[in-house]
């Protein structure tokens, strides 16, 4: 019968410290790691929302303007009413064509200002 050194068990011991040594910090790298990536997920989220809200402000503009240049007959006037249920409509209606898509001005704004705070991050953790 070969009982083996017992001289293995420390080296099992000394291996069992050491990861429960590094684990700790992998496992706080991995924890910090995690929530700099829910940051920067929630980051994009906003900034995809706020490139959207931007396109909605544009298009409304855009469509305000549109309304402008169409004539007015002089036969029913339009009440203070109208106006603002108009105005409410376009509103809605640019913000639904902003999330569906809209004329593409949210991307360009997501793609170029994603660039351009992932660039001010890197600079900010280079030493």
């Known amino acids: 019968m070969n009982v083996g050194a017992i001289g293995g068990v420390d080296r099992t011991v000394n291996q069992s410290k050491y ?3 590094n684990g700790n910090t992998d496992f706080a ?4 790691q995690a929530t700099q990536n829910i940051s920067d997920t929630e980051d994009q989220t906003k900034l995809k929302q706020a490139c959207r809200d931007m396109e909605a402000v544009f298009l409304n503009f855009m469509m305000s303007k549109m ?5 007015k007959d002089g036969l029913i006037k339009q009440s203070n009413a109208e106006s603002i249920m108009t105005s409410m409509l376009d509103g809605e209606l640019t913000k639904n064509m902003a999330q569906a898509g809209g004329i ?4 360009m704004l997501y793609h170029q200002l994603s660039q351009t705070i992932n660039t001010a991050k890197n600079k900010s953790q280079t030493p």
Do not use: F, I, S, Y
């Open 19 to 21: 990861l429960q040594a």
């Open 29 to 32: 790298e991995k924890l910090n």
């Open 67 to 71: 309304r402008d240049t169409v004539p």
């Open 104 to 107: 593409g001005l949210a991307d």
